[in-house]
């Protein structure tokens, strides 16, 4: 079985700041998805960035990019510039790419916030 | 357009009443989730529908019955709810397979079971 860990539970930056949040996973396989969702409090949970296994260039969403190194089954997440709105709990999921079915499996989660 | 709505956002009920929620995406998916997640941890899966068929139940208590009436409408009726089952529910849907399998998540419904 997969698993997804974030070993941190809390980080602080401070805004305009870059922070980096990390992730480690546990998989047997050798074709899956990566994602970074972003839940802010008592709102919605968002999509931030997502990557292929097969793909080697990290993906990157504007202020957002990843750091996958796929040997050591690390996906870290980079917010560059900080800002206020960037303040929420950030969740590491995992989906295989084998059966349409496959669920996702998260990570506990890192609450990050953003100091003005 | 990646909306993916709920309704109500919050709910009260109690431990005898039957409510539903609802979810609702016009995005073309054809797998819809039903999730509930407590404050502060991580959404635990409860229900996938595939082509309006229900593909995997995870091992949910039978007072939570989902419902899949047609490919842009998922419903999760309740009965005879616990105080526990105090959480958000949250509806998510995606593409049936392929790259594009991300899952887009609605804004929940907090329901208060008292």
């Known amino acids: 079985a997969q698993t997804v860990t974030q070993s941190q539970p809390e980080m602080s930056v401070q805004e305009a700041e870059t922070v980096t949040l990390s992730c480690t996973y546990d998989?047997?396989?050798?074709?899956?998805?990566l994602f970074w969702y972003k839940q802010p409090p008592s709102r919605q949970m968002i999509l931030v960035i997502r990557q292929e296994a097969y793909k080697q260039q990290n993906a990157t969403e504007n202020r957002f990019s990843v750091n996958f190194q796929k040997a050591a089954k690390s996906f870290s997440l980079k917010i560059s510039d900080s800002q206020l709105g960037d303040a929420a709990m950030y969740f590491c999921?995992?989906?295989?790419?084998?059966?349409?079915?496959?669920?996702?499996?998260f990570g506990k989660g890192i609450t990050l916030s953003v100091r003005p | 357009d990646t909306e993916v709505t709920q309704t109500p956002k919050h709910l009260v009920m109690g431990m005898t009443n039957k409510k539903s929620l609802k979810c609702e995406q016009h995005m073309g998916h054809r797998a819809m989730y039903w999730y509930k997640q407590k404050a502060k941890k991580p959404p635990e899966l409860m229900f996938v529908y595939s082509y309006e068929k229900l593909s995997i139940n995870e091992s949910v208590p039978s007072r939570f019955s989902p419902e899949c009436p047609n490919s842009s409408l998922l419903n999760l009726h309740l009965h005879a709810l616990q105080p526990e089952d105090s959480a958000l529910y949250l509806c998510?849907?995606?593409?049936?397979?392929?790259?594009?399998?991300?899952?887009?998540f609605g804004p929940g419904t907090r329901l208060l079971v008292l």
């Open positions: 998510a849907s995606s593409h049936y397979r392929g790259i594009a399998e991300t899952q887009y």
């Open positions: 998989t047997s396989e050798s074709d899956y998805y």
């Open positions: 999921a995992y989906r295989s790419a084998s059966g349409a079915n496959s669920k996702l499996t």
